[in-house]
């Protein structure tokens, strides 16, 4: 069975590429266009991996993370999307399931070789 991936992010543009990248490499995506739609999606189709935007409508991706992280039962590994000049506290980035923070614009490639080695990881005895 293929990981399932939740991308959520208010610039379809960035859900677009990123998804067409993750689907070439087999991954089964589900995108969300806010923070609400992305906890509501993760919540119902319990994603293996999350990649979210920080700034985002309705609920921010930290929210997301932190609502997440006390709700589900088996955290959930995530990757943070940044605008430049927007800095996460490492320590807030310590206490969630936070793999990884990039900086927009960032390589699709780059964020696919990211998902790949973290579930990879993650799947290791």
């Not at 994603?47 to 700034?55: H, K, N």
């Not at 609920?59 to 800095?87: D, N, Q, W, Y």
């Amino acid at each position: 069975m293929a990981a399932r991936v939740l991308i959520a992010d208010d610039e379809p543009c960035i859900t677009d590429v990123v998804s067409r990248k993750l689907r070439k490499e087999g991954f089964e995506v589900i995108v969300a266009a806010d923070g609400q739609e992305a906890y509501e999606l993760a919540m119902a189709e319990r994603p293996d991996f999350i990649i979210t935007d920080l700034q985002m409508p309705r609920m921010s991706g930290l929210e997301l993370c932190v609502r997440l992280a006390a709700e589900l039962a088996e955290p959930v590994p995530i990757l943070m999307l940044t605008a430049k000049g927007f800095e996460l506290d490492p320590a807030e980035i310590a206490r969630l399931p936070i793999l990884a923070v990039m900086t927009k614009p960032f390589s699709p490639r780059e964020l696919r070789d990211k998902v790949c080695q973290a579930l990879q990881d993650l799947r290791a005895p």
